[in-house]
């Protein structure tokens, strides 16, 4: 039994059973095993890990550095603790080390992370627990609150932007709050604050956001954890998962739940809340314009281009929001990575003020001729942006040919999308 396990047991923490006995030479290697495809389990108790043979990568950088087998090592390699070894093979499971094959006394051993630490790095093994491609995927949507952000006290958008981030990996999240925390010391209300966490009832293992919050000094501080667990959220008592088809949609659903079980106590999110559901029902009333600019976008190019559109996308979610557009620009069409099935249609809110809309004349398409249609400052940016998409398939694309080259211009004739709102 590792001493991890019997730490747990003394706090209380473990009863799970005693795993069947294992041949103690279950990571040691011989040379006659030679089947690439072999599986191999080379974790224990507390950290199972199997693998494949044909996992080991014997290329890595890493091999040949030296290294010391640590005082967590269990089975074959519990009798090695504190010996020196060399890095033969790494095994690297999305993106992450998961184990390593040393070399010593002239045999090969494998070796979950946490048994293995490098002679010239840190002398404690870290980063030890492997996180599933879930896991891994979220982590890296989420890269830009892994460590603190802090925003101004009233400032929502940074958690808005949080959601829409994970809007890309699911579709499905649970919310909850374990509620306001206060410390002794504090001397001023403003020094206490919540935690919430966003867990993804769907994945397998659970994949776990969770957020810290701390009001001090005028702003809140907030840091952001993920990982995955395979035991220790109890699904039935998750809050009831909250889900919509369109990205950003589900995104402002669950930044939603969110001011409301952070409401409770502390802060004070209503002005927050209200502008949220504004900008929904602004989003909510370009769909028809989305939609119509599409179809007449592929008609026109066929009509008098005998092309077709080249969305790189399937489906587009409209984002009435100023975090996600550049500075100086009133809408961005952003596509992101192969594995977001989504493009974004960003449009600031400031698009749908009525200065912008006296700007906005009614609008004559050569499709439709002779019918004059009402049109909002706002309808027109999502014709340009959506005339963008379909001639280049990204903004870089389509910068890349001038922006607004001929073809556009030509294009924006037969919509009938005045050139001076062309930016
Ligand atoms: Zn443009």
């Known amino acids: 039994m590792s001493d991890l396990h019997d730490a747990m047991l003394t706090l209380g923490l473990s009863n799970r059973p005693k795993l069947a006995p294992r041949s103690d030479l279950l990571n040691q290697i011989t040379e006659r095993s030679a089947d690439k495809n072999e599986v191999l389990e080379i974790g224990d108790k507390d950290f199972p890990l199997t693998i494949n ?22 089975e074959v390699l519990r009798s090695h603790r504190g010996h020196a ?14 184990g390593f094959e040393v070399k010593m006394m002239g045999k090969r051993f494998l070796a979950p992370k946490k048994d293995i630490v490098l ?13 599933g491609a879930d896991t891994v995927r979220v982590r890296k949507l989420l890269s830009n609150w892994i460590g603190q952000r802090d925003y ?13 981030a994970l809007a890309r990996a699911t579709n499905t999240v649970s919310i ?5 925390y206060k410390y002794k010391s504090s001397s001023r209300p403003d020094q206490d604050g919540k935690d919430w ?15 810290h919050s701390l009001l001090h000094d005028s702003v809140w501080t907030l840091a952001t954890t993920v990982f995955d667990t395979k035991n220790s959220i109890d699904r039935s008592k998750l809050p009831t998962p909250i889900t919509h088809e369109d990205a950003w949609t589900r995104s402002m659903l669950w930044a939603l739940e ?3 079980v952070l409401a409770k106590q502390g802060f004070s999110y209503e002005r927050a809340k209200k502008d949220m559901q504004h900008r929904m029902t602004l989003a909510e009333s370009l769909r028809p314009t989305l939609r119509q600019a599409m179809s007449d976008v592929k008609l026109a190019l066929r009509l008098y281009f005998k092309d077709e559109p080249n969305h790189p996308r399937d489906q587009t979610t409209i984002v009435v929001a100023d975090w996600g557009v550049a500075t100086g620009s009133i809408g961005q069409w952003e596509v992101f990575d192969k594995d977001t099935p989504f493009a974004a249609l960003h449009v600031r809110p400031s698009a749908f003020n009525s200065e912008k809309s006296k700007q906005a004349p009614p609008r004559r398409t050569k499709l439709r001729p002779g019918k004059v249609q009402p049109y909002r400052y706002a309808d027109y940016v999502v014709l340009h942006e959506v005339l963008h998409s ?23 004739k037969i919509l009938g999308l005045p050139l001076r709102l062309a930016d």
């Open 53 to 74: 043979r044909s996992e080991i990568n014997r290329k890595h950088k890493l091999v040949g550095a030296g290294c010391k087998i640590t005082k967590f090592a269990n």
């Open 85 to 98: 070894a060399k890095v033969s093979g790494v095994i690297v499971r999305d993106g992450q080390i998961a």
């Open 119 to 131: 002679m010239r790095g840190l002398s404690i093994p870290e980063d030890v627990y492997l996180n």
């Open 152 to 164: 101004i006290g009233t400032e929502w958008g940074g958690v808005e932007w949080l959601c829409f």
């Open 176 to 180: 909850e709050s374990a509620g306001w």
């Open 197 to 211: 966490r966003y867990v993804l009832p769907h994945s397998s293992p659970l994949v776990s956001v969770n957020c």
């Open 258 to 260: 969110t001011s409301r």
């Open 390 to 412: 379909a001639l280049y398939g990204d903004m870089a694309a389509s910068q890349r040919n001038g922006g607004h080259d001929g073809k556009f211009k030509e294009m924006a």
